[in-house]
């Protein structure tokens, strides 16, 4: 049951390392997805960057995700099975961390096969204040949404910027020797001519 929730889990949002050239090839070589305490990293489908899964033991199997993108951006996912967000639904939620606040913060709804949930995004310090923090809990004004143990994220944090720095290799040149003289690519829609700024 928990197992089969986690693979749902990975699956949200196309974040899971996928059987395809990008997905699988990066997963193999850095060993992902893998275990860090209660965390599970991955890489993103698209391999521009890398999460955090866990799933708590309670009513819902409440599943927090935090993703990081090589631009810094992250993204906060928080499902349950025993909710009724409807996707889509804008929501106005209090994010409370050991050090700070985030009131009226704004999030959207989503669902992900049997759990519903919410996704939202902070400025990019913010898996940084994750790290620090011991609890995160989330209100609807004054009613309660969950209350999560942070235990470990400082570790799983710190292998997540590793995961996501390994996917930040140079962007590569069109190579030189077949080009014209005007500089202009054998084939300007080969890979690296198209990363080529």
């Not at 049951?1 to 986690?6: A, G, P």
């Not at 993103?44 to 631009?71: A, V």
């Not at 967000?85 to 409370?96: C, S, Y």
Request: a positive charge.
């Amino acid at each position: 049951m928990k197992f089969s929730r986690r693979l749902s889990a990975l699956s949200l949002l196309g974040l899971t390392v996928a059987l395809s050239p990008t997905g699988a090839n990066a997963a193999d070589k850095d060993g992902l997805p893998r275990k860090i305490g209660d965390w599970t990293l991955a890489v993103s489908e698209d391999g521009d960057g890398c999460f955090l899964t866990r799933i708590y033991d309670r009513p819902g199997d409440t599943t927090l995700l935090l993703g990081l993108d090589r631009d810094g951006s992250n993204h906060l996912t928080v499902l349950n099975a025993n909710w009724s967000i409807n996707p889509k639904e804008r929501l106005a939620l209090d994010f409370t961390l050991t050090g700070g606040s985030y009131p009226k913060h704004f999030a959207v709804g989503l669902a992900s096969d049997d759990q519903q949930g919410f996704v939202t995004s902070f400025e990019k310090p913010f898996p940084t204040y994750l790290a620090r923090s011991q609890t995160l809990n989330i209100a609807r004004g004054d009613v309660p949404v969950e209350r999560l143990s942070l235990a470990g994220s400082g570790a799983a944090i710190a292998a997540l910027r590793e995961c996501v720095t390994a996917r930040k290799a140079p962007l590569a040149k069109a190579t030189r020797s077949g080009d014209a003289a005007d500089g202009i690519p054998r084939d300007p829609f080969a890979k690296a001519a198209s990363r080529k700024r």
